[in-house]
């Protein structure tokens, strides 16, 4: 049981670059998220899906795309990399039984430069 | 929509002393609150959560808090610290059990003092 993993660990991209970073949970989670923790910002919520086949927006979701693949995966893509988004990424996922608990991946810490 | 507000960014204490970790937040529905810890270069861990019923929740590593409705609050408290706490704490709120969005606070990086 691996709980919520997360790949890359690290990345580096020069600006304008793509990528897409991918989270996987074997929990049966419902629900999955991504954050970015920047220094004296906290965690601030990208983007969430509360079940397959559907997304919502969170509070910075401009710059970013995701896919909620199937029930376990859930990616994060970002077309055209910036220095504003260097950032550590977090994902997470809740479950209906976890009353309100998330678990978190390792994160994946992002450069752009 | 729901915000939470960490008053401090960081709160330096004495090893031994008690600390209060201050977190408010706003909602025009009932919410489910919680603290997270982040350990130096680590990911984030649950501390404790409040969901109903008593206003006083314990968490592990010594901790509780206590949701108080009429000041929106939701304090994280400590009655003696050690080393090992030094961390970054983070509030969280989520409006019940009928929205999955949930917004964390800015955190307290709590420092101790030997």
């Known amino acids: 049981n691996a709980g919520v993993t997360q790949t890359p660990k690290f990345q580096v991209l020069k600006t304008g670059q793509s990528m897409t970073l991918q989270c996987a949970q074997d929990?049966?989670?419902?629900?999955m998220y991504w954050y970015r923790q920047d220094p004296g910002m906290g965690l601030r919520l990208i983007y969430y899906s509360a079940s397959e086949g559907t997304t919502d927006k969170g509070e910075v979701p401009n710059g970013y795309n995701v896919s909620r693949l199937n029930k376990r995966e859930f990616s994060l893509r970002l077309e055209s990399a910036a220095p504003s988004q260097t950032s550590v990424y977090f994902c997470a996922s809740l479950g209906r039984i976890t009353l309100g608990e998330q678990y978190f991946g390792p994160g994946t810490r992002l450069t752009v430069t | 929509a729901q915000s939470v507000t960490q008053l401090d960014s960081q709160v330096p204490v004495f090893e031994e002393a008690p600390v209060e970790l201050r977190c408010n937040y706003s909602s025009s529905v009932s919410v489910y609150l919680f603290w997270y810890v982040q350990y130096p270069n680590q990911g984030l861990q649950l501390l404790l959560k409040y969901l109903s019923g008593s206003t006083l929740v314990k968490g592990i590593n010594g901790f509780e808090a206590e949701f108080n409705k009429s000041q929106t609050s939701f304090h994280l408290r400590k009655p003696s610290v050690h080393i090992s706490d030094t961390a970054e704490y983070f509030c969280?709120?989520?409006?019940?059990?009928?929205?999955?969005?949930?917004?964390f606070g800015k955190g307290t990086r709590l420092h101790i003092l030997p």
């Open positions: 969280a709120v989520r409006r019940g059990n009928r929205d999955d969005k949930i917004i």
């Open positions: 929990m049966n989670h419902n629900s």
